[in-house]
């Protein structure tokens, strides 16, 4: 194992692009961009797991940024591997025990710790048991986004934003899934979501409650997915007592 400390101002850098050793990068503070294929742009607190085939053509900060990253090689990268199900894991926030435990691990390599053995092996035994919990597909994340303030419009710039990676990343991976995009995704899940609050609500209380612009662009919106306006959708549930 090694581990790497890098704070940098805001300009690129052009390192080599391949180690061979697998990587876990904690972003402490500031954003980064790796210049690889999809982009993967870190975004502060962001942890990311990249296998030791990533290849990467440069990287540019946009502001002054603060990284620390293990290098590990051996029966541990093979085991973390097998946890990525993708090109790389993004873990954009993670518990603060994991971006804690990453740090000691850094520490204890970079101080010479008589220990740091141990101490490396018990955190990534650690780190390994909670990265399930980050291979969350596409769209379980969108998901999750749109989940928590269905309201909001989630373009698939905002998506992409709030899971700190690129448009690019987000609408290939996203399609490479699912076969359809990420717009598609939230605009069916919001309608989706309006089917349900019909039962209870008004057509009018249902779309600003779901950020719709106005009650016309909602009725027009829902009766492109579900073949009939709002009203009419509500008037028949409640008549079959749904």
Request: proline content about 7%.
């Amino acid at each position: 194992m090694a581990a790497v400390a890098d704070r940098w101002s805001a300009g690129s850098w052009q390192p080599s692009g391949h180690t061979g050793a697998l990587r876990i990068l904690l972003t402490r503070a500031g954003r980064v961009r790796f210049d690889c294929e999809p982009v993967l742009e870190l975004g502060p607190g962001s942890v990311a797991v990249v296998p030791a085939q990533w290849h990467y053509r440069g990287r540019m900060s946009r502001e002054p940024w603060d990284m620390c990253a293990l290098l590990v090689w051996g029966p541990w990268a093979d085991r973390i591997s097998e946890r990525i199900t993708g090109p790389w894991l993004l873990w954009q926030d993670p518990p603060a025990t994991v971006a804690a435990g990453i740090e000691r691990m850094v520490d204890a390599l970079l101080s010479g710790s008589p220990d740091w053995d141990w101490r490396c092996a018990a955190g990534l035994a650690e780190l390994v048991t909670v990265l399930p919990q980050a291979s969350d597909s596409w769209r379980e994340r969108c998901a999750r986004l749109f989940d928590a303030a269905p309201d909001q419009p989630w373009r698939v710039g905002d998506l992409a934003e709030a899971l700190a990676v690129s448009v690019s990343a987000l609408a290939h991976g996203f399609r490479d899934e699912t076969g359809t995009t990420p717009a598609a995704f939230i605009r069916q899940r919001r309608i989706a979501l309006a089917a349900r609050m019909l039962a209870t609500q008004s057509a009018s209380a249902v779309a600003q409650a779901l950020g719709f612009s106005d009650p016309f662009h909602f009725s027009r919106a829902f009766k492109r997915e579900m073949g009939a306006p709002p009203s009419r959708y509500r008037r028949e549930m409640l008549n079959v007592g749904v």
